[in-house]
């Protein structure tokens, strides 16, 4: 008898097997075969390409960076590397001054290959596949989409040398803005009102005294165990307009544009990058608010002092969830009751009646001391943060009251690809993979064709 997994009457004719076309839709076909057909004569087409390249820098020795001397030509061998229709190959030249220990291989420089490696616009859509997936998948994804076959350390291999592109464009650039000597966009654009948020979560490090080698039977040997308590924190920041949040229904709310920033470092490192960024969008004028929207946490508020308009807003739902603690041990866990209080205090905070909040909750008799350390807490937490809570203020002046845009920008930019099961990072490896998301999220990607991807030991 048949094992039915499901407590169905069975039908009285016998299932059919689904049929299989013996072949493709023809159109599929069809573009496959030109696609066979076809890229040999791209790749015989790129071939002479750059051989003209290559026969029009040939007799030029450079000059020397350093010195201002024609350079020696050393040697010439044949160089290949590998590009989407397949492999191309050219002869270089290295050239060499002697005073100076200076070498170099100019077409090398001047066609941004590297002997050997992946190179160009196939390195960057594999770069692409692994900044929205695993490795692994990546390398499954190249098979599909560009018919490459590649291992997923491979992959890796190009990832990081673009993405190390990307970060030291990134770190150079918070660097530059630092200086008070550089100079931002113009700023006469600027809005009156920038909303600035910053949020956070820890990453899973690798643990690794030093790097693996392969053994002469050429498997790796496996990674140590995680030791427990190896993270570090990430943060990601956004910046964007409250003019253009729009409501696409009914108190859903998005954004039309928004710029992230983000790195794996302390509360300096991430405003030094909120910063560089205000000022390569010409965002903060003389007149400009900087709204800064902040959890509670202390750092945020210590940084926001930077900005000399600003606007401080503790997180609405943030200063809710608060009341929530004290009413569920007031009232007990899920009781109607506790429900009703704290909408009543959620109400009433949003009015901007914090001051009247306040006063009547100094008004509770709590009958534990228990119940009295979490009212005194309460209190105290909307004391210190009375002047981030004038919610009627900020609504009226289309700040918003809420941390939702930052967090779900945090989320997308680290939870959905560094997050997964199992998942650690190394400093390098997640620093590089950060700054490669960032393009890619700030409509930016453009950006690693105007950058040269890093050479890495
Ligand atoms: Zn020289």
Known sequence: MALHLLSRPEPEVPPARPVLADDAPRFLLLEREVEVVYRPQMLAALQSKVNAVAAAT???APLCPQCGQPMRCQDTREVSWWARCGCLHAPVSRYRCPPCRYEC???LDLLGVEPGRISGALARLLALLATVAPYPLAARLAWLLLGVTISPMGIWRVTQRLGEAAARHSDALSRY???SRSSGAPTQAAPSAVVLGVDGCSLGMQVRSQRRHRQAGGTLPPLPPIEEGR???VKTGV??????RVETSPGRRSVVRRFLVTCLGDADAIFARLYAQLRELGWVGAHT???IVGDGAEWIWNRAAMFVRRCEILDFWHAVEHAWEFAQLRYGEGSAQADRWVNAIAEDLRAGKVQEVITRLKRV??????LRESLQALIRYYSENAGRMRYDEYLRLGYGIGSGAVESAHKQVVHARFRQAGMRWSEAGARRLLALRLLLLNENWALLDRLR???LA
């Not at 910046?239 to 253009?244: I, Q, R, T």
């Not at 008799?365 to 228990?370: G, L």
């Open 453 to 455: 991807m890093v050479s």
């Open 239 to 244: 910046l964007l307009l409250p003019g253009e």
């Open 231 to 233: 993270f570090r924190e």
């Open 289 to 291: 608010v900087v709204v």
């Open 105 to 107: 291989r100019p077409l």
């Open 365 to 370: 008799r709590p009958k534990t001391p228990e």
């Open 177 to 179: 803005h630092a200086d």
């Open 58 to 60: 040939r007799d030029t």
